[in-house]
Every structure is written in C-alpha cells, then in structure tokens.
C-alpha cells in the first residue's frame, strides 16, 4: 500500500478519516504504522496529500489529513479486456489499475473458456477490491469504472453511443500495422484499447470492433498473455506520447517525424 | 503451449522427437492431439518448424518434425532482477523468456524480504521450468540462462569481467532522466536492464551500479511492482529501437524524392 486510498465521504470536515479493517491492518502489522507515522493518503478521484496517524486503538486507525492542490487530470486511456483466467484477472485489473486508466469493460469472446464466467472472481466486489489494490499500489486516485460484458454483441451498442473521435485501438499479434504506425496513437486524445483474451481476437470479433473505427494493430513480435499485453500496451502507448510531446515541445530536430 | 519446445538430444537422426510426461499430456489433453495433428515446434535455442503427431500411444507422443531455416537471431537484452514474491517470480520468468531474453541474474537486494530467498520457487529446476513454459508460450527457441545471487555484492565482479560497451540501464523511478533520454537505450546493441524488488533498489545500489556503467532511468510515470516493469521495461526498449530503425530506415522526411 503506497497510497492510503480513501473514499470522498471517509473524510470528515474536520480533514479525519477512520480506519477499520483491511486498511487499518495492513498499515499496523505490514507498515508498521503507530501514532505519528505519516503516510501518502489519496482520496478516489481526487486529490492525494500526506496523513499522519493521530490515533491506533483496537483495530481502529484515525488519520489526519492534509489535501495537497487539486486532483490529477483524469486517465485518457480506456480499456476493452477479453476475459483472461479468472485468477490471471485480478492481477490484471490491478495492474492496469494502477498505471492509471479510464474504464474497464470485461468482455467475452470466442476464445474465452465460458467456464471463466461462473468465477467468483467475477463478482462486483471482487472486480472493485482488485482495482481498489491496484490503485493504492500505484498511487493513482483514478479508480477506473468496470463492466462485464457477458456477450460481445452487449459491448458493440455502447461502443457506437460513445462520442466518436479519438483514438480506438484493438490489439490483434496478426495486424499489418505496429501500433506507433496507427496515426492516432501518437495523440493525447481519449483512447479505448481493445485487447482480446488469451488466443486473441477471431477475425469476426476484429472486423466488428473495426465497424467501431478501431484499427487492428500490433503491439510488437510477441506472443503475449492478455495480464502482459495489457500493461505492455498502455507503457508502449505512453511512451509514444511522450515521445511527441517532447518532439513538439523541443526545437524541430532534423529527424522530425516518426508518424 | 504455442510451441512444442524439445532439447537438441531429443530429435534423433531421423526428425523424430519422443515425447513423455507433461508434454505429451498437455498435447492430448489440452491440445486434442492425435495422429495427424499438426504443430509447431521448436529446437531449444534452434530454428523451429512444423511437427506431425505419427504416433499416440499409453501416454506417449511421437512427432514428426520439420525444421525451417536457421536459428533465429538471439537476444540482445539481458535482465539484473532483484528478487520479487516467490509467488511473482515464476510469471516474471515466463512473462520475460516468452519475450525473448538472453540472460537473467536473480539477485538479492535490500528491500528483498530475506526469507524469499528460502523458496522452493528458487530451486534451478523449478526456475528452469517457469522459463521453458514461459518459451513454449511465447514461441521463442531462445532459452535464457539464469543465475541465482544471494549477495548483491557476488553480482558486481560478474558484470566488471563482461564486455564493456553497449546499453546499461537501471530502472529507478526517481531517476532524472527517462529511458528515452538514455542515449544508448535506441539503439541495436548488447543491453543489461537491472530491475529492483518490489519497492526498487536503493541509492546504495544504484550507485554500485553506476559504477558499473549503468544509466539511471525512469519507465514512466508510474509505480510499478517487479512482475509488471520487467516486460514493460523490454516493450520500451523493443518500441524504441523499431522506431530507430524505421527512422533510418526511412527516406528523409520534408525531401521529395522522385526515384
């Protein structure tokens, strides 16, 4: 737990929040919290500042907290996930979680073992408290909204009632195009990733998410598991955006272009 | 298993490879082999080629192979990994082998909880086997060696005897500088990435090495556990260097050429 995550209404006027439970725990017996201690805090969607133990009694941690400025600017990039196994999904969603995104929608598809949706892993609780995880291990606020999908075809109706504009992207190993050659990915612009389950996309399942305006593409050689081409594609999608805005923000240089 | 991966010794004079136990169970079982079946397979640090099941018998598979070509070409990265989760480690190893790497040194370090080092998950044989899995799942032939160090200290005579030159970059997220601003970090060369434990090296460490020509660098804007900034970590520099090469591969831009 790198950032204590708390909800808006934990927070009390006076700048206290309450802890029980699973927080509380881990602060005293992994962190080894005790009166005085001061810890990074964040409040969901919000701002993060710096808490300091006030009180440890009987389970019961209260924190005095210190908001600094405003919240970080929301995530630009959303997620569309074939449903990997149900045990490789919490790491999953914790980890994308916590490198900061928009929206997970968790989707079946032809390659899904449909086994994976009777886990329990799938419940709403399940889903929130990995998420809620991932976000304190990344120190992000930005704690992404989810849905599960449990047909395809429920995901395509929200796709097209989603502004159009942007960039839409759908990882398939099998694309032409590498994901820096998408005239898109370049561009700090709201961004929906579509990744498939273990196996892949099938042809269909790309064609209708093309329907969409996503662009089939790359990620690199690899043949990757969905829990790493997740994470893979959001660091390779960052990095060609730093990549432009550092070449804009610098002089021209004489190897302008990669686009 | 995307690939059926055998060791040299096992493909005998005539193309025939005899295989027992795990694999041949996961052929049939998960795979659905039978005579006939069709698959691709792959020589341990080898070429690869298609496989022909001629024979399925009381737990047994033989295969029929054909390679194709050569060997591909081997990788040019290496890791330096402080010790994360026993639990972790096995997918970071396969995460990484399926990626293609051609070395990986396992050390220990000061934010790695000691008693980590007491796991099964350490043995060389399960090491080794997290790593063929990991090869067999990414379709690569390019086994990495490991190496275990239970001192920091034992790895640093290790990297003073290796080639000088090449790319040396340690990840470290208050590094000043990021991987892209490492002048070495595009281009096709030898590469050693040293990667902390969970919570990352500390300033001691990085130091030591320094010393040994390593470039402090960040991977981005977020705190990322081990098992994720390890494949991260190869995407960037794999994106990085097919953006060098399309670069120079490229006619110069603003020029028009008529040829």
Chains 1, 2 share one sequence.
Not at 159 to 182: I, M, N, Q
Not at 205 to 218: I, K, N, R, T, Y
């Amino acid at each position: 737990m790198n950032l204590v995550l708390v909800a808006p209404d934990e927070l009390d006027a006076q700048g206290f929040v309450h802890l029980h439970g699973r927080r509380a725990e881990h602060l005293v017996r992994v962190l080894g919290a005790a009166r005085g201690t001061r810890l990074r805090v964040g409040v969901v969607r919000g701002a993060t500042g710096i808490g300091e133990v006030v009180r440890n009694e009987s389970g019961a941690v209260t924190v005095a907290v210190r908001l600094e400025g405003t919240a970080p600017p929301p995530p630009s990039v959303s997620l569309v996930l074939g449903l990997p196994r149900p045990k490789a999904l919490s790491r999953l969603l914790g980890a994308v979680a916590s490198m900061g995104v928009a929206r997970i929608d968790i989707v079946n598809a032809w390659r899904v073992d449909k086994s994976y949706f009777d886990s329990p892993r799938l419940d709403a609780g399940t889903l929130a408290e990995a998420i809620w995880l991932g976000c304190e291990q990344g120190m992000t606020t930005w704690l992404p909204e989810v849905a599960v999908f449990r047909r395809f075809t429920d995901l395509l109706p929200r796709l097209a009632a989603s502004p159009a504009g942007g960039c839409r992207l759908v990882a398939h190993p099998r694309a032409s195009r590498l994901l820096e050659g998408a005239p898109t990915a370049a561009l700090d612009v709201p961004t929906v990733l579509a990744l498939g389950p273990d196996g892949g996309w099938i042809d269909g399942e790309v064609a209708a998410l093309a329907e969409q305006g996503f662009v089939p593409v790359s990620l690199g050689p690899w043949v990757l598991r969905t829990e790493i081409a997740a994470p893979i594609a959001l660091a390779e999608l960052a990095l060609l955006r730093r990549l432009r805005s550092a070449r804009e923000g610098a002089s021209p240089p004489f190897e302008a272009r990669f686009d």
